[in-house]
């Protein structure tokens, strides 16, 4: 059975950092791509990063560029997003989901989520707040 498990989400002040946790288990990440996605109240899900199960390469939404970081820990099944300076439009609740393949750009894949693509797998979320 796969199952995605997000954790790490909290509240926390403008400019703060969090680490997001996606655990997997069921299946590989050198086999299956892992992206974070995002949604706002009242906004549709967007993609904001995303990592190869191929190489490790990255794709990260503009709106994060420089202030989040996505990696993976293969043998603990586990790909992470740190977020640091955190601001107001940061808040939502944060998914990661799976898709199978190992020549998948990742670009494509943070995208995908505009045009409704069904993902392999998705987790259930954490709430990530920005207030003071």
């Known amino acids: 059975q796969v199952r995605l498990v997000e954790s790490g989400g909290d509240l926390v002040q403008p400019g703060g950092s969090l680490r997001l946790s996606c655990a997997v288990s069921?299946?590989?990440?050198?086999?299956?791509?892992i992206g974070w996605f995002r949604q706002a109240p009242g906004k549709e899900r967007e993609g904001v990063s995303c990592i190869s199960s191929s190489d490790g390469s990255t794709y990260y939404e503009d709106a994060v560029k420089g202030r989040f970081t996505i990696s993976r820990d293969i043998a603990k099944s586990t790909v992470y997003l740190q977020m640091n300076s955190l601001d107001p439009e940061d808040p939502a609740v944060y998914y990661c989901a799976a898709e199978a393949g190992r020549d998948i750009n990742m670009k494509n894949m943070c995208l995908a989520i505009q045009r409704n693509y069904e993902y392999d797998f998705w987790g259930r979320g954490t709430q990530v707040t920005v207030s003071s």
């Open positions: 069921g299946l590989s990440l050198n086999e299956y791509s």
